[in-house]
């Protein structure tokens, strides 16, 4: 029988990869929660469209095996630190409760480097944050998964900062080697081909993927 993903973020740069790659792969059951239908979401399985209040709701009733979040925002996005937590701690945490609640016992979610509980910087103590809220959920199977400064081409989202990030990238990646080498760009699409891995991992435990780790489930 096929493994039952529920998803978060299935519209955005790295959940939208991971979509379109379990529609081709086709080993999953795949069901995203959206506040809008999405025909390229759609793509990659079963959409459930609502308000993000009522996604928890939905999870625990889904009763999916795995639960996904490749949610995100930015401060700017977002409009405020408030906002900003609203997003990438609470709603991040509600739904992989649920999910948990629901029956789920993997929980993979997308972070970032360096991200930091006991960090000086807001976004970074906020991700964190949220890493040790999901420990604390006691999923059987937990993926923290850590990339740099992702490539790709978001649809309809101007990120400013991330655009000059990404032009400078290649210079910087030939600088950021050996254990500096989590702090470099890497593609939206090896992100989501890990993730996709790493759904498919038995093993018991809380793991912690940066770059290198990514690549290399990429290409296992």
Do not use: C
């Amino acid at each position: 029988m096929a493994r039952r993903i529920l998803l978060i973020g299935g519209t955005g740069l790295v959940g939208s990869l991971f979509a379109e790659r379990l529609r081709v792969e086709g080993d999953f059951e795949l069901d995203l929660l959206l506040r809008r239908p999405s025909g390229r979401a759609a793509s990659g399985g079963q959409e459930h469209v609502a308000p993000s209040t009522e996604w928890p709701e939905i999870a625990g009733r889904l009763g999916g095996e795995v639960a996904v979040s490749a949610l995100g925002t930015t401060i700017r996005a977002a409009g405020s630190q408030p906002a900003f937590r609203a997003v990438d701690f609470d709603l991040v945490v509600d739904f992989a409760r649920a999910a948990r609640a629901g029956g789920a016992r993997q929980m993979i979610v997308v972070s970032s480097v360096g991200a930091d509980a006991g960090s000086r910087t807001f976004y970074l103590r906020t991700k964190g944050e949220m890493e040790r809220a999901l420990e604390a959920l006691d999923f059987e199977r937990l993926d923290i998964v850590r990339p740099g400064l992702l490539r790709g081409e978001r649809v309809g989202e101007r990120r400013q900062g991330e655009r000059l990030g990404i032009i400078i990238s290649p210079l910087l990646n030939l600088v950021l080697r050996g254990r500096l080498d989590r702090f470099a760009a890497i593609e939206a699409d090896v992100v989501a081909a890990a993730i996709a891995k790493l759904a498919r991992r038995d093993a018991q435990g809380t793991f912690i993927h940066h770059n290198r780790d990514l690549h290399q489930l990429a290409r296992g």
